[in-house]
């Protein structure tokens, strides 16, 4: 990237309202500095406790979506986007990752209902999945509690966002982006 | 039985599990990465001091958490539950929820957690504000 695309790149993060963005590595160290610098920005928000709770909340389930299931690459690296931004009275937090290609039907099974539901609706299926003793023997590739995506929709305001993206370089992955708005 | 005392850091609540004065406390927030490797031992703790547990003493349990992840979520909800066994069996128990006031989400959570574990005496209560 010459300097004209990096300012132009700056600029457009501005307009966006982007508060930050990070694309890279993904580790331990990485997801607590980045847990720093977003308390500190909400707290000098005049944002209510819930709201920040909300974001904070919906940063780490996205942080942890990677962690957790972000295959390493040739070099041990596990690799992932996420932005949180401000914008149009709202908050924003995205993420963008690679998912094998073999995984996607599975997470759009996951998320593309939460899309349609209404906030009650979203209410009764994370409580019905935190009383599902079954889980774990349901869903053998889940690493959590198969709340994950349930917390961020409950957290959200409007209904979450997704896309799969195909590129060419690597066949076997395809790029997951996931956007929820608080 | 051994007082139980884990300090808190950034991601994982205080831990101060005083068997011996039967007052259990659990605060701060919690989003480990690995939450089942942080409440295992918990539990494992919880469940053989409650199986020694008399009638004749009353356990007091508090659960102050201002933020957990969805992890966390589903291994706090399984403290509970054991709670509630307890109860069920005949101990006395009572266990405290604390919320942010203004958090109605956090609110009907441990209204969620009283539906469900009807056993326990559960009282869900907003915490002071800061």
């Known amino acids: 990237m010459n300097l004209t695309s990096f300012s132009d790149f700056c600029a457009q993060a501005v307009k966006e309202g982007m508060l930050f963005y990070y694309t890279g590595e993904y580790s331990k160290n990485v997801i607590a500095a980045m847990s720093d610098t977003l308390r500190h920005r909400l707290e000098s928000t005049s944002l209510s406790a819930p709201a920040r709770r909300k974001i904070f909340s919906t940063f780490v389930e996205m942080s942890q979506n990677i962690m957790h299931y972000v295959d390493p690459d040739q070099d041990g690296i596990k690799v992932g986007a996420l932005a949180v931004g401000h914008n149009q009275g709202k908050y924003y937090v995205m993420c963008g990752n690679p998912i094998r290609v073999e995984y996607v039907d599975r997470v759009k099974e996951k998320v593309e209902p939460l899309r349609s539901m209404t906030v009650d609706e979203i209410k009764s299926a994370y409580r019905a999945q935190l009383r599902n003793e079954d889980h774990e023997q349901q869903d053998t590739l889940s690493k959590g509690a198969g709340l994950g995506f349930l917390t961020v929709a409950r957290d959200a305001s409007e209904p979450i966002e997704y896309q799969i993206v195909y590129r060419s370089e690597r066949q076997e992955y395809a790029e997951f982006y996931l956007r929820a708005a608080i | ?130």
């Not at chain 2, 942080?38 to 009638?55: E, H, T, V």
């Not at chain 2, 201002?66 to 069996?89: G, M, P, Q, V, W």
């Open chain 2, 1 to 130: 039985m051994q007082d139980l005392y884990i300090a808190p850091t950034a991601e994982t609540p205080e831990v101060a599990f005083l068997f011996s004065e039967h007052k259990l406390t659990l605060q701060g927030e919690s989003y480990p990465e690995n939450a089942m490797a942080f409440y295992a031992p918990l539990r494992a703790s919880l469940q053989s001091y409650l199986a020694q547990l008399s009638a004749q003493h009353p356990l007091e349990m508090h659960f102050s958490l201002k933020y957990f992840n969805s992890s966390s979520t589903k291994l706090l909800r399984s403290l509970i539950s054991l709670l509630n066994d307890a109860a069920r069996d005949g101990k006395q128990i009572i266990a405290h929820w604390y919320h942010d006031p203004e958090d109605d989400m956090m609110m009907e959570f441990g209204a969620d957690l009283q539906d469900e574990f009807g056993a326990l005496h559960l009282n869900v209560t907003p915490y002071e504000p800061a």
